[in-house]
């Protein structure tokens, strides 16, 4: 029985105005998804995989125009333009409500419009928050089943009074009479609208099925709208994996860290360290919200339950973890269909088939010159299947972080690792975090975007309020807040091949981090943050020359001056709400690298 007294009247305005043909509560339970299941297949829109292979199953493809999150339809709405920022598409609450209220009238017209409860973190930790998402869309009901806790079991958490964060998202598509549906229904992008009012705490999304686009409990509501309340609420919402790396006397370290989409954080949050003895569990690989403990430390949550993973690039090689995690109950969006009724997709280190159906549903061979999986083709699988899950990964209370690390795709000019100073230059390196964008990215490849913290797309509010933020939370922590490091996997040699080896080897990166929170006596300040020694992280077996090695921590002080003046031009963005404590953090690395016109590094004059 739901008495929840705004749950009910919501679900009746917007049924009002929908006008579905019917309301379905979802309650989570496995025949109802089956149902859903068997629907879909029934309608054409899902295709169920071999059982011996791929038991339980189901392949997906979506409209070609409807393949990935749309940043440009994505819209901060609040009062005023300056609480967005410079860094979201701001739009008026008002003006918004008006236009959307008109698409939606009469959107789900021969659809059902689903009642989706769901929690964001496990139900009933004092971190987690409640959702609804009404939706007309099943895939979406299927795929929140996976990525969320979802139905009943939160249906029972709402009290007649409780809150929750309404979700209402369409794909934009009504059934009318005698029409025929298609496999993937979704409006043209110039209607879709993904909006998010934080004042209000509320989402509305209009016109896409796919992704962070329509699963609102992740991006839209984990990411933009928790950024918003854990500001006000002293807690932070981030767009970091969370890993557990176990050391060979057993001691376990928990580690937060943020990179931009395409930098490899699933393979991180799931790797299998090289070096011996040492063991990485996984506790989320995309989201963490971290709030201050009792004993004064970090404790971080994975709010989600699933994997909405990239499929194209993960192979045994690159994430066996995930390859395993995703042979059964794993919803696959986008990939090619073999005619074993298996799937494929490129970067999978099996060979192509030489016969198969490719993500737009035409036949494909090694020859076609089309690929056969969509770049962004998805897997989506419950985070419990992943055979590294870590015993903690639904613990209520989070689990400590010591340290965090920020990371991004860096050809050049970025060590392998380098130490914060201290909080406020951690702050600063995370503010200035910045990605060489690939082909997975909308517009030039090739080029350093700025993507603060990997927030720039999902941060809620002004990005000047939210730098300032984290130096409050830094205050907050004072002694006991982790270390922060910033890490580039990505360094390039003159020939442009990649100097470092990364996945299992990043272990011996992360090995060196553990042993600086030890307070082991390594690492050299130098004007840029601490860099390890000669030697001080192990290569051994790498084949890497002593100059190679030193080329990865090599100061490059041209490099750095030059990157000094794109985090000027990208401060400047931001505005007058850039804290002037990250202004001075920028002064002072200008000042250690230029000067008595040395290289700031060891006094080596240069
Ligand atoms: O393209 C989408 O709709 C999904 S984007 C995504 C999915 C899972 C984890 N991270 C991301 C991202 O863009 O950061
Ligand atoms: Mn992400």
Known sequence: MVNNKKLLAWVEEVATLTKPKEIQWVDGSLEENQKLLDLMVEAGSATKLNETEKPGCYLFRSHPS????????????????????????????????????????????????????????????????????????????????????????????????????????????????????????????ESKYITHFPEERMIWSYGSGYGGNALLGKKCLALRIASAQAKDEGWMAEHMLILALTNPEGKTYYVAAAFPSACGKTNLAMMQPTIPGWSVKCVGDDIAWMRIGDDGRLYAVNPEAGFF????????????????????NTIYTNVLLKDNNDVWWEEMGEDAPSHGIDWEGNE????????????????????????????????????????????????????????????????????????????????????????????????????????????????????????????????????GKFIWPGFGENSRVLKYVTERIEGKNLGEETAIGILPKLGDIDVNGLGLSEATVEDLFAIDKEGWLAEITSIEEFYAKIGDRLPARLQAELDKLKDRLTDNGSCGCCGCGK
């Not at 993973?309 to 059964?328: E, F, L, R, W, Y």
């Not at 200035?432 to 797309?457: C, H, K, Q, W, Y």
């Open 364 to 495: 494909w061979t090694p020859a076609s010159d089309k690929k056969g999986a969509h770049p962004n083709a998805r897997f989506t699988a419950p985070a419990s299947q992943c055979s590294v899950i870590d015993e903690n990964w639904e613990n209520p209370a989070g689990v400590p972080i010591s340290a965090i690390l920020f990371g991004g795709r860096r050809p050049s000019t970025i060590p392998l690792v380098n130490e914060a100073l201290n909080w406020n230059h951690g702050v600063f390196m995370g503010s200035a975090t910045g990605s060489e964008t690939t082909a997975a990215n909308i517009g030039a490849v090739g080029v350093i975007r700025r993507d603060p913290f990997a927030m720039l797309p999902f941060c809620g509010y002004n990005m000047g309020d939210y730098f300032n933020h984290w130096i409050n939370m830094g205050e907050k922590l004072g002694d006991k807040a982790p270390k922060i490091f910033f890490v580039n996997w990505f360094r390039k040699d003159n020939s």
């Open 309 to 328: 993973g990239v499929a194209p690039g993960t192979s045994m090689d690159s994430n066996p973890n995930a390859m395993k995690a995703i042979q059964k």
């Open 66 to 189: 409807d393949v990935a999150r749309v940043e440009g339809r994505t819209y901060i709405a609040s009062k005023k333009q300056e609480d967005a920022g410079a860094t979201n598409n701001w739009i008026d609450s008002l003006e918004i409500k008006e236009t959307m209220t008109k698409l939606y009238n009469g959107c789900m017209e021969g659809r059902t419009m689903y009642v989706i409860p769901f929690s964001m973190g496990p139900i009933g930790a004092p971190i987690s928050k409640i959702g609804v998402e009404i939706s007309d869309s099943p895939y979406v009901v299927i795929n929140m089943r996976i990525m969320t806790r979802m139905g009943k079991v939160v249906l029972d958490q709402l009290s007649e009074d409780s809150d929750f964060i309404p979700c209402l998202h369409s794909i934009g598509s009504p059934l009318r009479e005698g029409e025929k549906d298609v496999a993937w229904p979704c409006a043209p992008i």
